[in-house]
Antibody, heavy 115, light 106 residues
Framework: EVQLVESGGGLVQPGGSLRLSCAAS????????MNWVRQAPGKGLEWVSY????????YYADSVKGRFTISRDNAKNSLYLQMNSLRAEDTAVYYC????????WGQGTLVTVSS | DIQMTQSPSSLSASVGDRVTITCRAS??????LAWYQQKPGKVPKLLIY???TLQSGVPSRFSGSGSGTDFTLTISSLQPEDVATYYC????????FGPGTKVDIK
């Protein structure tokens, strides 16, 4: 069974850091380009970052460029998002998604940035 | 960066009405266009991919068309369970979403 399980969210103060993880199972993770997508409360869906299957190509949304870092470990079937200098506007549920839309959505992990 | 726009931002229609939502890409994306339905508190549900291919299990009243920069999602006969927000999404490489269209029943 294909599964994407996001974790690592929580409550953090403005300026703080968090590292999100996405654990993949049931498919050949190393074959897929992956993304992080987020949805703030009551708002639309926003793409955050992309990483190719080999990590050779990485993109970021302007809203997170310079603050967030995407990475992956194909040996551990895992995707990561290191989030630094967090702001209130980063409060959202974060999801990992593949670029080919073959793997579905996990339940996401909630990040709350608040003092 | 490719931007996605949608229109209208919201609509209200009667049960049984034909509903059309439009999505436009700021540059050509071939047919790498998907449509999602999202109900409050739920994860988005994939309805259509490759601009016009219906995802398995999705009712046939949903259809998609278009290529390049202009795309449409059509609900041929609106049902009460279709009340939701609909998003278009460019995929293949980085993902980009439209702002959404909220659909409710008149």
């Amino acid at each position: 069974e294909v599964q994407l399980v996001e974790s690592g969210g929580g409550l953090v103060q403005p300026g703080g850091s968090l590292r999100l993880s996405c654990a993949a199972s049931g498919f050949t993770f190393s074959s897929y380009s992956m993304n992080w997508v987020r949805q703030a409360p009551g708002k639309g869906l926003e793409w955050v970052s992309y990483i190719s299957s080999s990590s050779s190509t990485i993109y970021y949304a302007d809203s997170v460029k310079g603050r967030f870092t995407i990475s992956r470990d194909n040996a551990k079937n895992s995707l990561y998002l290191q989030m630094n200098s967090l702001r209130a506007e980063d409060t959202a549920v974060y999801y990992c998604l593949d670029s080919d839309l073959e793997l579905g959505w996990g339940q996401g992990t909630l990040v709350t940035v608040s003092s | 960066d490719i931007q996605m726009t949608q229109s209208p931002s919201s609509l209200s229609a009667s049960v049984g009405d034909r509903v059309t939502i439009t999505c436009r890409a700021s540059q050509g994306i071939s047919n790498y266009l998907a449509w999602y339905q999202q109900k409050p508190g739920k994860v988005p549900k994939l309805l259509i991919y490759a601009a016009s291919t219906l995802q398995s299990g999705v009712p046939s009243r949903f259809s998609g068309s278009g290529s390049g920069t202009d795309f449409t999602l059509t609900i041929s006969s609106l049902q009460p369970e279709d009340v939701a927000t609909y998003y278009c999404q460019k995929y293949n490489s980085a993902l980009t979403f439209g702002p959404g269209t909220k659909v409710d029943i008149k």
